[in-house]
């Protein structure tokens, strides 16, 4: 699936999300502190989302960025192969995310590998569901994760397990871009 009619069937289901709760923009937009006019473009497919603003968005709804993807994806299979794996970027802030394995009904735990270019720098305010388990597994470059208030230096080989309970900052210092596996596991 290319990534306009995957941002289009995204668009498509994050309006169906607000109306199934009886939510206007105006309510969407003072939950999700989003302004209404970027909540409207977005629903009509006119603007492509940023991971800061599907965070926000996850957040209001209470939902993974991973369990909000698979919905507007099919139901997926126990093998996925490599060349079928939904892969998200964006452009803006140099992130780079392939659902290595895609959130399945039953299951709680999925895969994703991620790559931020040097200098990205991607801060989420909460967590899309309060108490996620991570498993930060560092492929190539280096990271600077922040959860909470803790500061990590990531090189290749480490590993940084976590809860998710707050804010959270990802940052590739460079010179190489940071890629890495992360494990979430839902509470």
Same mark, same amino acid.
């Given at each position: 699936?290319?990534?306009?009619?995957?941002?289009?069937?995204?668009?498509?289901?994050?309006?169906?999300?607000?109306?199934?709760?009886?939510?206007?923009?105006?309510?969407?937009?003072?939950?999700?502190?989003?302004?209404?006019?970027?909540?409207?473009?977005?629903?009509?497919?006119?603007?492509?989302?940023?991971?800061?603003?599907?965070?926000?968005?996850?957040?209001?709804?209470?939902?993974?960025?991973?369990?909000?993807?698979?919905?507007?994806?099919?139901?997926?299979?126990?093998?996925?192969?490599?060349?079928?794996? /939904?892969?998200?970027?964006?452009?803006?802030?140099?992130?780079?995310?392939?659902?290595?394995?895609?959130?399945?009904?039953?299951?709680?735990?999925?895969?994703?590998?991620?790559?931020?270019?040097?200098?990205?720098?991607?801060?989420?305010?909460? /967590?899309?569901?309060?108490?996620?388990?991570?498993?930060?597994?560092?492929?190539?470059?280096?990271?600077?994760?922040?959860?909470?208030?803790?500061?990590?230096?990531?090189?290749?080989?480490?590993?940084?397990?976590?809860?998710?309970?707050?804010?959270?900052?990802?940052?590739?210092?460079?010179?190489?871009?940071?890629?890495?596996?992360?494990?979430?596991?839902?509470?």
């Amino acid at each position: 699936m290319g990534s306009t009619e995957l941002e289009q069937r995204l668009a498509g289901r994050l309006a169906e999300l607000r109306t199934e709760r009886g939510w206007s923009l105006d309510d969407l937009a003072q939950r999700a502190d989003v302004s209404r006019s970027t909540l409207s473009r977005l629903e009509r497919g006119e603007i492509s989302p940023t991971a800061s603003l599907l965070n926000k968005l996850c957040a209001a709804y209470g939902r993974t960025l991973s369990r909000l993807l698979a919905e507007v994806e099919p139901e997926p299979p126990q093998l996925v192969p490599a060349d079928r794996q /939904p892969v998200w970027e964006d452009h803006a802030s140099g992130f780079v995310r392939r659902s290595v394995s895609p959130p399945h009904p039953g299951l709680r735990g999925e895969v994703i590998e991620g790559t931020l270019r040097p200098g990205a720098d991607i801060a989420y305010d909460v /967590p899309p569901v309060a108490g996620l388990e991570h498993h930060l597994w560092m492929l190539g470059g280096r990271l600077t994760l922040t959860v909470g208030d803790a500061e990590h230096r990531l090189a290749v080989g480490d590993c940084l397990r976590y809860r998710l309970w707050g804010p959270s900052r990802f940052h590739c210092p460079g010179p190489d871009a940071a890629r890495y596996v992360l494990l979430i596991v839902l509470p």
